[in-house]
Structures are given as structure tokens and as C-alpha cells.
């Protein structure tokens, strides 16, 4: 069972959710709240300035009142799939949940000192009604949030403002993600990222899930925390793959390996193995003076594809999300595996319901003890960005309620989903919650990835892990010509 102390924990975090504050960001001497700038000399050069420090939790916002107008935010309908909403827009109403209930707080807080309401429009295909409204020439919204690839697609057609030079927009806040921003920066312009609003990004970035009492019905493993090699940097591709060698084996009786065996690993889908190479150090592209640059292939990228092939490739110790009639989530919850790729929002979808043991999280294994830190990725076809419209008409506006949602949303909504939520109510202890704060350390927006150019992700996601055959520098040599004339296109649009 959960330590009490953490409940009591949970109790004291939701009661200061609704304790409404004039000012966002945290006080104190944190380094990471602050930046270096270097000012200009008396004769007007640079170099030989003052040097300050300035705090980035605090506010450049001025105090507006903008009359009670409204903040549309065009987002995503999930369906019957709650994963995949995005619930951090707005809430109706105070109901008791603790993510919910931070939404609306936030809210009425923005409302009380700006004077703004935020009103969300949920569409079950946002790029198809965002699409429409910019060629039909309709200003309906102030923010939408994007699939990944699709906002780089209107990114590219020249409809997203770039938000390096949207008024109000202050990247250099505590509350933006300079990570991704840096990443997702491209010629100095900067069409869509995400910071501390977005929480259906977060609830999709890949995580892994560890059965621990079934890690210690092996006699070998009885003593075994693998948080422990996590900690001492020896969580490795080589470790993984002993232990889902280990961890596969008959159950049922039948010859033949089938779903109702024992899987060392199951994973969500093909993505999952993508996100195993890019914990490994694989990388499609890289961003080199603002320009993304294709990586290409080598022999480190060669072996860090046969390393995991040889584990995650197996049918008799991987089990694949649509490859059986079994769930690879409900199979893990019955205990027949070891290993589970998948993301924060499978608690709510159905970890809370079907899984009854202790188990444990883990960040991807790295390639070997060298690599210096754990990587994950995110969910490409089910994450989430946002982009401000160019035909949105007033910008300044449209600014002012990006900033003011990402600097409230710290203290309210993330801190709801991700301390309370994630780490005091979903998890299993504080082992579990350190992990989450280390997988979230290095996540990975890979440009080239995210616009597949050439089909290269394809290739990792689909081809190889289908075949269980390395043919991917067969396959890079095939497409990397047409992959750089689409890189070269989205580079020229962007200059346009």
C-alpha cells in the first residue's frame, strides 16, 4: 500500500490549489530560475558590459484588464479515449478531481486579475476545422493544439505565427520548456513547442512500467531494484535484454509461444520500439545552428538497432499492441510480463482498474554505462502542441493568453497532474516518482521524426521492427534523398 505520508501529502498539495495568487512563479535562489545578461558597455558595444542576473519565474506581464473577452482554444475531442482530450483547456464546473478542479481554479485566477475567460472547443480532427478556418479566412481561434506532425504541416503552409515575435510571449519564463524550445527552434523561428499548459504532451511522453513482484519470484532478482541500476547508470540495453530473455517463458502448456505466455516485454505499438532506440542515443535528425541536419548511419547506429532487435524484435519475448487477440496492457496486468513500454495516461485508462501488484517505473535503457543520460520520446501520433494562428487578428492578444496560461498553469494545473496526480495518486511510491522526474529530464523532439521525412521514421517504426530485420541503412540509403528535398522545402518555407 501507498506510505500515508504521501496521502498526507496529497491533501496539503490539493488545498493549495485553491488558494488564488495575484502573481505566478516560485520564490527563492533556484539557479534554474534565473539567466546571465551581459548589457551593453557606456560607449554602446558588447562584451565589456554589467553582468546581471534576472528571474526567470517572474512575470513580464503588465497589468491589463482586458474587458471580459474571451480566449478560444481550439483542441482535441478524444472520443471514448480519455488519453487523448485535452482537458487542460477549461472545466465547466469544480468536481472533485484534482486535475478538473486545478483547470477551473486557474481559470477563475485569470479571470479575477486579467479579466480574460478561456473557452475551449473540443473537435475529434482539429488540423481538418483548423484547416478550413485559415483558407476560408475565419478568426474564430486564439491557440489550437496540435497532433505533432500536423502543426508542422500548417507550420510549413505558412499559417502559424511564428512565437518568437508574438507580443507577450516570454520563452525566456521558468514555465516554457526550454528543451523542446530548442529543439523545436528552426532558423531563429519557432511555430510550435509546448510549456507548462500542455498536459495531454505529458500524459503521452513513453515511460516504462516494471513488474517488481514478479522481478523477485525469480530467485536470482529476489533482492533486485532495477531502480537500483537505473541510479547507477548501468540501466542498459544489454540489462534489458536479459532480463526479457529471462522473463519469457511457457505458461499454458501449448507448444508455441502464444498470448497466454510470458512475455519478458509488451509494448504499446511499433512507436514503442522507435522510443527504444532514442533512449539508446538513436537519432534521426539533429539541429545544428538553428538547421535540422540528418544524423545518418554509422556503426553506433547499426548496433544500437541490432541490440534491441535482438530482444524487442523476438515474438516469443515481445508482445505488440495489435499483433495478438490479448491486450500487451491487460497481459501485464494479469502478470505475465516483465516489462511495459507505454505512457503516464495508461493509470487512467486502465492501470487503475486491472493492475493489483507493485510495480515500479523506469526511463528507456541506455545504449551502455558511457551514455551519459536516459532519453525518452514523444508520442508522435497522440502528443500535443500548441501554435497561435496567423490569421488570428489581434496577436497581441493572442500572446498575452498563451503566456498567462503557461505562467499559471505551473503552480495550478501541472502541479495537479503532475505532482498530485502522477506521483502521489497513481504511482506506487516515491521510488516511482523519482523515476518519473528522471524520464521527464531528456525528452526528445526529434524535427525529422515528427515530419517522417523520406518515411525515416517509418522505417524504424513500421519496416524494421515488422521484418525483425536491421534493413534500415538499406532503406536510409533508398529514401535519403527524397527525406532532404522535403527537409529542404520545409526550410525554404520557413524563410519565405
Known sequence: MKNICRLMTLVLVLSTLLVCFSACGTDG?????????????????????????????????????????SYSVLGRDGGVHVQFYNHEIAADTLNGEVVNDAVYTRNEMIKTKYNIIVQKTLRSDVYATADLLYKSGDDLYDLVIYVPKYAQMHAEQGFLSDLTTVPHVNLNHIAWNDYANEQLTVMGRLYYTTS??????????????????????????????IEDWV????????????????????????????ENDAFGLTLEGPNSFATLLIGAGFRFSTVEDGVPKFVGVDEKIISIIDKTLAFAGDRTMAMYDGEWPASPTLTWCDGRSLLFCSFPSVFESSLNKYCNFEFGILPFPKYDTAQEKYY????????????IPMIAENQEFCGFGLEVLTEFSTDTTLEAFYETKCKLQDVYDQRCADMLDLVFENVVYDIAAICNYGGLYDHIATTVITMNMNVYQRLYNKTIDQAQIELDEMLASYSA
Not at 32 to 60: L, M, P, Q, Y
Not at 231 to 255: P, R
Open 196 to 225: 507548462d499548459f500542455l498536459i495531454q504532451d505529458k500524459s503521452r511522453t513513453y515511460i516504462i512500467l516494471y513488474n517488481r513482484g514478479l522481478l523477485r519470484s525469480f530467485e536470482e532478482y529476489s533482492d533486485l531494484y
Open 376 to 387: 525518452t520520446h514523444i508520442n508522435i501520433g497522440y502528443g500535443s502542441f500548441f501554435a
Open 29 to 69: 535562489e533556484d539557479p534554474s530560475n534565473t539567466t546571465v545578461i551581459t548589457t551593453a558597455d557606456e560607449g554602446g558595444e558588447t562584451g565589456d558590459g554589467a553582468t546581471t542576473t534576472e528571474d526567470r519565474s517572474v512575470s513580464k506581464l503588465p497589468d491589463k484588464d482586458w474587458g471580459g473577452d
Open 231 to 258: 541510479e547507477s547508470g548501468e540501466w542498459t540495453l544489454e540489462k534489458a535484454a536479459q532480463l526479457v530473455s529471462d522473463f519469457s517463458y511457457e505458461v499454458d502448456g501449448i507448444d508455441g509461444h502464444n
